[in-house]
């Protein structure tokens, strides 16, 4: 006989959920929507519905439900929740007698699954004999007050209702291990109580299926297992979906492990919380035993509510202990506000980082530099180990109770720092905080040796095969400090966002800055006052008393006087227009972009539509050789930029045909625009100078006038969305102006 054996890390877990087979205490059908036709069957239909298998496939489900079960079927069917409609009741004419079943219905890959289960109990004493004992397990819940009081209640009352030989509430580490919590059982049982369970008995893929299913019955482990015919579903040509299964057969390695522990049947009930897998409440029963879905059903809700009270308990045990953490917090924040060195803070007072994570030792990491508090490894330890931490750490945070793990070295300061907590202040300058916790030992009481690997037995056909032996074990646990807190966790990383952000931007410097810019600020805000008001305001006044002469005293005036006159009003109104314009390019500065996805060609669109009675009185043809992107931009300021370009296109053309070509280049990077025309062209001397503000190449009326600022305010626009603008032109043929965008472009 060849005993080689493979350890399970060779080995690809069990597709549990795609494991092919039903277990016999019901019928499995596979059903396609909306004809409801039979797609797959579990081989036993000819034992509880009286037609084989081969009968069954193909044929709609009326073939042995009559017509008006089917209507009521399809009402199910139309509810959004198929699990608020189980269990369906069906009453099924197999060979000339009336069978009741409760069918039980969920989809699987778009799949209809309906699984029936012969009834056993009478419906109208169900609710009378079970309600009493929901009720008042229910309420012995809510006065429960801790929770290993709340599982032990629930241990009691599970088995009251399902009569099991033994109940037991399993608890799951955050490493995957569990052990006993509570327990209810037979006097004659030797107890599991307190003992621990490593994490292969229960692998991750069948936790994951717990999360899914709350309740699994395995009602006779010595069963043959059902198999599912066709093996594949026609529709998907894949093996379907078991994971909602009720009947999914129990795996090989799984119906091994009851059998090494002396179990006929087991029910299993899921405890979530927050999302996750809390525990487990299992039942086991030296013979086979079945319950009725009603029953299974109760259980579920009392496993829910316990869920929940476990979940408010745990709550109010750990308010208290976060309001001591806030409150350490809050000092320290205080603390590194008042001194000189925000290092000084977090170590020098009666309440320091020791204090926000129950730590025994800390290392402050800063600069090149190493402050240490309590009881910590040698500084040549720690710089060793932060260099590990930055070259492995990616996150913010890390934190484990067993460093041995992941840095072998921590052994020989296992005393110390068998326990670490680290948070990343600057990762590119290796600036971080360490906590120590140092070695406790422990001694943990398993069931059977825990190092007993599952392995493969490859010539008894059975492809897992787990540990035999359920003994007490007892191992000293080394090398393994007490466990983090979630909340002491958060406490840590809140820290690190207050050292951000309130000392590494260095306050005191920031404060001075603050009061620098404010100044400025109301510098600009005054002059911008003194600009649109006092010196607009006498302006105005120039401006109208020089018309009021004209139109009063006109007549009186010789034609050199109203010369003189038409000229002062010309000279405040552009003057008026100049002030306006600097104040604009003083506030551009000061306003912040609002950058969102913007499509440029309805910019474009809006611009021409605007312009559309200079560009038809000027005969100008427009150009756009193909539809602008859509990128992120401020959509004002870039409006503006166009309107500008467009304009002065518009006004500095003399030729007989005009146009104006206004597109992109779409290979570039930054992506580069421009508009060009084929008017008066620029002189190569000018290309910079265009640019300053108030700069015109031409006379006060000619082109129509303006104030020089255009070009100026279109720069400083560019500049604001990391761009820039440039000219080319041929003087008496036309210009070009580009400009670029960094604004990433919409696909």
């Known amino acids: ?214 309740t699994r019955l395995i009602p006779d482990a010595n069963a043959k297992p059902i198999e599912i015919i066709p093996c594949h579903n026609p529709i998907t040509n894949q093996p379907t979906d078991l994971t909602n299964s009720m009947l999914r057969s129990a795996s090989p390695c799984h119906i091994q492990y009851l059998h090494n522990m002396g179990v006929a049947a087991s029910l299993t009930i899921s405890l979530v919380k927050d999302q996750k897998l809390w525990g487990l409440i299992a039942c086991h029963h030296q013979l086979p035993k079945y319950l009725p879905y009603e029953i299974r059903s109760a259980c579920e809700i009392l496993g829910q509510m316990t869920s929940l009270e476990l979940a408010n308990k745990q709550d109010n045990q750990d308010s208290e202990y976060k309001i001591h953490l806030a409150s350490i917090q809050s000092k320290l924040i205080e603390y590194m506000s008042i001194d000189k060195n925000f290092i000084d803070g977090l170590i020098n007072h009666k309440i320091n980082i020791l204090n926000l994570v129950n730590a025994q030792g800390a290392a402050i990491c800063f600069d090149g530099e190493y402050i240490t508090i309590g009881n910590t490894p040698e500084q040549k330890d720690i710089q060793k180990l932060v260099a590990w931490i930055n070259q492995n750490l990616q996150e913010s945070i890390f934190y484990t109770n067993t460093l041995y793990q992941f840095y072998p070295p921590a052994e020989e300061f296992r005393n110390l720092a068998s326990g670490l907590l680290v948070v990343s202040i600057a990762k590119s300058q290796k600036n971080y905080i360490l906590w120590f916790r140092p070695e406790v030992l422990q001694t943990i009481d398993w069931a059977g040796n825990p190092y007993q690997p599952l392995q493969i037995m490859e010539d008894e056909g059975i492809p897992l095969s787990p540990r035999k032996s359920f003994e007490l074990w007892k191992e000293i646990v080394q090398l393994k400090s007490l466990p983090w807190k979630s909340c002491e966790v958060n406490a840590a990383l809140e820290l690190r966002n207050s050292i951000i952000g309130v000392v590494l931007r260095k306050v005191d410097e920031l404060e001075v800055l603050n009061r620098d ?66 104040l604009h390019f003083s506030r551009l500065g000061r306003i912040d972009l609002s950058m969102q996805q913007i499509d440029l060609n309805k910019i474009l669109d809006n611009i021409l539509d605007l312009l559309s009675p200079r560009i038809e009185q000027e005969k100008i043809e427009i150009r756009i050789p193909e539809p602008l992107p859509k990128i992120y931009c401020d959509r004002v300021q870039i409006s503006e930029v166009f309107n500008n370009l467009i304009a002065n296109a518009i006004k500095y053309n003399d030729k007989d045909e005009k146009w104006i070509e206004i597109g992109y280049l779409p290979e570039t990077n930054p992506l580069q625009f421009y508009v060009k025309d084929n008017g008066i062209g620029i002189k190569n001397k000018h290309f910079n100078t265009i640019f300053r503000i108030f700069k015109r190449l031409h006379g006060p009326s000619k082109y129509g006038g303006g104030t020089g600022a255009g070009l100026t305010i279109v720069q400083k626009i560019l500049e604001k969305h990391d761009g820039k603008i440039w000219v080319e032109s041929i003087y008496g043929e036309g210009t070009t102006f580009y400009f670029t965008l960094q604004g990433d472009e919409v696909q």
């Not at 005993?3 to 890390?9: A, D, K, M, T, V």
């Not at 092919?20 to 596979?30: I, N």
């Open 1 to 214: 006989m060849n005993n080689h054996l493979l350890p399970i890390s060779e080995y690809t877990p069990e597709p549990i959920k795609f494991i092919g087979f039903t277990q016999p205490h019901g019928v499995f059908l596979a059903i396609k929507e909306p004809e409801l036709t039979i797609l797959q069957v579990s081989n036993n239909t000819s034992h509880f519905l009286g037609f084989p298998p081969e009968d069954l496939l193909n044929q709609p489900l009326s073939k042995f439900i009559d017509q008006e079960q089917i209507n009521v079927f399809l009402d199910y069917l139309s509810q959004q929740d198929l699990q608020s409609s189980n269990p369906i009741e069906f009453t099924i004419n197999v060979r000339d007698e009336n069978i009741d079943f409760d069918g039980v219905i969920h989809r699987s890959q778009d799949i209809l699954i309906l699984e029936l289960e012969p009834t056993l109990l009478d419906k109208s004493k169900v609710f009378f004999k079970f309600y009493p004992l929901i009720k008042l397990a229910v309420s012995k819940l809510k006065g429960a007050d801790s929770t290993p009081l709340i599982c032990q209640i629930l241990a009691k009352e599970v088995r009251k209702i399902t009569g099991f030989d033994r109940v037991m509430l399993y608890k799951f580490d955050d490493d995957g291990h569990g052990y006993v919590i509570a327990e209810d059982k037979l006097d004659s049982l030797e107890t599991y109580l307190g003992l621990h369970y490593p994490e292969s008995d229960i692998p991750r893929v069948a936790r994951e299926l717990f999360t899914s299913n709350y």
């Open 517 to 582: 810019l404010e100044r400025s600020n109301n510098e600009l805000d005054a002059f911008a006052y003194i600009a649109s008001h006092d010196l607009k305001e006498p302006l105005r006044g120039i401006h109208n008393y020089s018309n009021f002469l004209i139109e009063d005293y006109g007549e009186t005036l010789n034609e050199d006087g109203q010369s003189k006159l038409r000229t002062l009003i010309r000279l405040t109104q552009r003057m008026e227009d100049l002030i306006d314009s600097l």
